[in-house]
């Protein structure tokens, strides 16, 4: 995150000593960082050294069956037509991957009981449908749906939903971190007026998290899909302050305050994050543009440089036929896309759009994983041909 902030007691000094009430034993710091020492980071204090992992096994490896030799084509799919049960961390099913990012759904219907860690991707997780706490190590963070939760790698955490039927998640891993992009912020790192968003809009921990917000001292942890169990000598839930620029935070997609204009604007606009491989972007209720003449629905466009991943959240998606909330279209570089047949002149003189959905623009292509063919609309590639 691009702003400082600091949770809980710390020393006045960082890497002095730091002593308990007892005034013989210390505090552990930790320097927690994303980018080797030349990036953002945090130090955080720990009540045991953190390094006290008294075993890690390997679970399982869980290698996703991938389409091999598909025509390039595009496709579109309805994730919630799956149904699979699960916590949220196990059963997350993987669509869509590159060697930068990988993209999964997960419908949620037990609690997890345990923390989990993502080793060696960053995590956004976008919570369709659901509401409860994320529990980190950093501190908790109350969530409810339209969150997105930036999860920095390495942080231990766990999701606990209020209720535990119809919560949808949307995840994305990644190998760089989500940012905000720098078009947004000025030479300080400040956000500056022209942003969609402000500071005020992102939510950091409120409060530090203690050993019953974890059940089990065993923490999974994930690498790529490598799955291997931790067990702690102590519960990782043990910072007592930390203060610094990397932590999880959440900002909620109806906080996104759009840019309208005059004629159509493309979607560098609705940019929400960037990563160095691919950007997030979100399209939320807007009024469309107020030329006399304008045409709402986008132009057809050849996005030669990305792959182009819409996962669509609610409403009446006005460029678009057959979709569901939770289908997800994919549009992959070298082909031209844009509205089917009528959606361009259905939009003329319309004032307004309800839609809500989110976009993932990857500069590398995807391979697709062999579920996708079960829940596929296999007419969508002809869904351009006029009848
Ligand atoms: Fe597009």
Redesign the pocket.
């Known amino acids: 995150m691009a702003f400082y902030t600091r949770l809980g007691k710390l020393p006045e000094k960082k890497h002095c000593t730091f002593y308990k009430e007892d005034g013989v034993s210390l505090y552990r710091e930790e320097l927690f960082s994303t980018k080797g020492f030349s990036g953002i980071y945090s130090l955080r204090y720990h009540e045991h050294m953190p390094t006290e992992i008294l075993s890690i096994t390997t679970q399982s490896v869980q290698e996703p069956k991938l389409e091999k030799d598909s025509a390039l084509s595009w496709r579109l799919f309805h994730t919630h037509r799956d149904n699979s049960k699960g916590d949220g961390i196990k059963n997350r099913r993987l669509w869509l991957r590159n060697e930068d990012c990988s993209i999964y759904t997960a419908h949620v219907t037990d609690q997890a009981m345990y923390g989990y860690k993502n080793a060696i991707a960053h995590e956004l997780v976008f919570v369709h449908r659901g509401s409860g706490f994320l529990y980190s190590d950093f501190g908790m963070i109350q969530f409810a749906a339209g969150d997105y939760l930036v999860i920095p790698k390495g942080c231990i955490y766990r999701l606990v939903f209020d209720h535990l039927s119809d919560n949808r998640l949307l995840l994305v891993e990644s190998k760089t971190p989500f940012e905000i992009p720098s078009k947004y912020r000025n030479e300080f790192g400040q956000l500056q007026e022209h942003a969609p968003y402000s500071e005020r809009d992102f939510r950091t921990p409120s409060e530090l998290c203690s050993h019953e917000h974890l059940p089990s001292q065993s923490i999974v942890c994930k690498a790529g899909d490598v799955w291997m169990l931790q067990e702690y000598k102590h519960n990782p839930f043990d910072v007592v302050g930390w203060e610094g620029y990397e932590y999880p935070y959440a900002f909620n997609i109806k906080d996104f305050s759009p840019v309208v204009g005059k004629i159509h604007l493309p ?1 560098p606009v609705h940019q929400v994050f960037s990563t160095q491989s691919f950007v997030v972007c979100n399209f939320v209720p807007r009024l469309f543009d107020f030329h006399e003449h304008a045409v709402p629905a ?1 132009y057809f ?1 050849s ?1 030669v440089d990305s792959d ?1 991943v ?1 996962y669509y959240v609610e409403g009446d998606f006005m460029s678009r036929t057959g979709i569901e909330e939770g289908s997800v279209s994919y ?1 992959p570089m070298g082909l031209p ?2 509205p089917q047949p009528g959606k361009t002149e259905n939009s003329i003189g319309k004032k307004e759009t309800k839609e809500f959905a989110v ?1 993932i623009d990857t500069f590398s292509p995807l391979q697709k994983a062999e579920s996708i063919s079960k829940l596929e609309d296999k007419n969508y590639s002809r869904s351009w041909i006029q009848k």
Do not use: A, F, Y
């Open positions: 979607p986008p466009h996005n182009e819409i549009h896309h844009g976009m």
